[in-house]
């Protein structure tokens, strides 16, 4: 299948798969809070954003590789552009859009927003995200911060047509062992959030 400009039309008013979607790539062992014990936990707030731009005709998306940080749990781990909402931030729309530009110098005022997926709460540290997809009109010129990542990765949208129901599973250092279902892309290790995220959107696609 490929996309053409219509892509985004389609993306709009797509059905949401939600947590149906987010269970393919699920950790076996994550524990499952309804949103009220979610509240009560005091979660800090996120978000994250899928940006969508064309390269060579072909619709992309950036992820990126984190920076090794010994503080932080999701160190040297593949994610989406995005963090912590700050309050000057109107919305989670301007979180997304603002931490895009941070981390890998999108700008700011090329990036529109499409909607919002279904949000994900991180139990190990205790963020409820809100995952954004959105487009830039400008072909990004990547300039990372060195403090949050290291790479950016740009995955091709029909690479996630394919998706697994049953994925391959992992023994991760970063999962304490464990195996976890991953997104196994050209040698690149997804999971977590970050794959339970774009499993929705492999699932949103697919309904187009």
Known sequence: MSFGKDLLRKIKTAELPGIHAHGVFSPPSRPVFTYEEI???????????????????????????????????????????????????????????????????????????????????IPPSNFYVYPYISYTKKNPEFVLQQTEAVEVIEFPVTSFLSLPDNPEMMALPGAGGNEVPVINFNGYIIWGATAMILSEFSQLLKKM
């Open 39 to 121: 509240l009560e936990r005091n979660p800090k707030f996120a978000a994250v954003n899928i940006v969508l731009y064309l390269k060579n005709e072909e619709w992309h998306f950036p992820l990126i590789q984190r920076t090794i940080n010994e503080h932080d749990r999701h160190s040297g781990q593949i994610s989406l552009p995005g963090g912590k909402r700050e309050e000057m931030d109107r919305d989670f729309a301007e979180t997304a859009i603002r931490e895009t530009s941070e981390e890998i110098g999108i700008e700011k005022h090329y990036v529109r927003i499409i909607r919002e997926m279904s949000p994900i709460y």
